[in-house]
């Protein structure tokens, strides 16, 4: 099974929209333990990691991007990631429950696809 990890990449956010989509994340029906969360904080006025509570998943982490753009802010959590799947989720999406089990899926039954 391949390593799994989900990138926020957020500047600035509204704070309701990233609150939504962090909802949507901790309602996912594939299990905590099989993927990671990661917050990639792209130089926000206020620090994301104070605003923005990820205790409720075992592997999660904020990181802090101190280059604005969003390419720079992706390619800090891909490094940052060490993951064979990334699902990059943008901090005003809000996720269907099932979302990440789909994703697992549809990898594990088209390993040659690299990009869905």
Not at 94 to 116: C, M
Request: charged fraction near 30%.
């Amino acid at each position: 099974m391949k390593l799994k990890s989900v990138i926020i990449c957020s500047h600035n956010p509204r704070k309701d929209y990233l609150n939504r989509t962090i909802l949507g994340l901790k309602a996912q029906t594939f299990p905590k333990e099989e993927w990671k969360l990661l917050l990639v904080d792209n130089a926000s006025d206020e620090i994301l990691s104070k605003i923005f509570d990820l205790s409720w998943h075992p592997n999660s982490r904020h990181v802090r991007e101190g280059e604005l753009g969003l390419t720079a802010a992706r390619l800090r959590g891909i490094k940052e990631s060490k993951s064979e799947l990334l699902v990059f989720v943008d901090d005003d999406n809000i996720l269907k429950a099932d979302y990440l089990e789909r994703v697992s899926k549809t990898s594990q039954e088209n390993p040659r696809i690299g990009f869905f």
